[in-house]
C-alpha cells in the first residue's frame, strides 16, 4: 500500500509537469486544450460559487438510486436464473438481445416515458446496470462447486435458506467484482445522459462549458468524474476484504 501511494504521488505531479510543458512547446491555444493552471483556477471558481458541489451531488443521486434498484432486482434474479435451468433458457435469450443495447440508444424512449428530470436519468443508469448485473450472477451462481450443493442438500436445506445460506455466499466474490465493473460504467452513463436529458450534474456541467467555450471547466469536471469515479471504484473494493468474501473466495 505504502508502494502503491509513492508512485501515485510520483506519477500525478510528473503528469502535470509533462501536461505543462507539451502545452506550452507547442503552443497549443487554451481553446483547444487548457493548461493545468487554467484547470486548477476553474476548480477553484466553481468550488468557490458551488456549482462544483451542487452539480457533483445531482450526479451521485441518480447514479445511487439508478445502480441500487439495478442491484436489488438483478442479483436476485441472477441468483433464481442460475438455478432453475428452465427460467434461464426462457429469459436468457430476452436478457442476450437487450444486454448490447447501448444505454444511451434509450434515451429517446427515456424522454417520452419520463420527461426531463431525475427519472430518465435513473432509467439509464438503471438498464446500464441491470443486464450485466444478472449476467455476471447467472455465471457466479453456475460456478458454484457442485461438492456445496451436495452438501446442502444433505443437510435439508431448501428454498430461502438454499439460497442464502448456500448460493449467495459462494456466488459473493464473484457478485462484488459485478458490482464493480457495473459501477464503473454506471458512472460513465450517467455523465452522457446528463449531457442529453438533464439540467444539472457533471455531464451537464461539461456540455455548458463547452457551449460557452470554457475548455478549462470542461477539463475541470473531468478530473472531477475521474477522481470521483477513482473514489467509487475503491468504496466496493473495500467489499471485497470482508472476512466471509475472502473466505468465499479462497475456497472457489
Known sequence: MALKKSVLFFILPLTLLMWQVVTTLLNVPEFMFPRPLSVVRALWQMLQNGELYTNTISSLFRVTWGFYIAVVT?????????????????????????RPISPLAWIPMALIWFGIGDKPAIFLIFLSSFFPLVVFTTSSVLNIRTTYLRVAENFGLSGMKFYTRVILPAALPEIITALRITLG?????????????????????????????RMDMVVA????????????????????????????????
Open 185 to 213: 460504467t454506471a458512472w460513465l452513463v450517467i455523465v452522457a445522459a446528463e449531457m442529453i436529458a438533464v439540467k444539472s450534474g457533471l455531464g451537464y456541467l461539461i456540455m455548458d462549458a463547452r457551449n460557452s467555450l
Open 221 to 252: 469536471g473531468m478530473v472531477v468524474i475521474g477522481t470521483v469515479g477513482l473514489i467509487l471504484d475503491y468504496m466496493v473494493r473495500l467489499l471485497e476484504r470482508m472476512p466471509s468474501v475472502e473466505w468465499s473466495r479462497k475456497r472457489r
Open 74 to 98: 438483478a442479483v436476485p434474479l441472477g441468483l433464481l436464473i442460475g438455478r432453475q435451468k428452465y427460467l434461464r433458457s426462457v429469459l436468457n435469450p430476452l436478457i442476450q438481445f437487450l
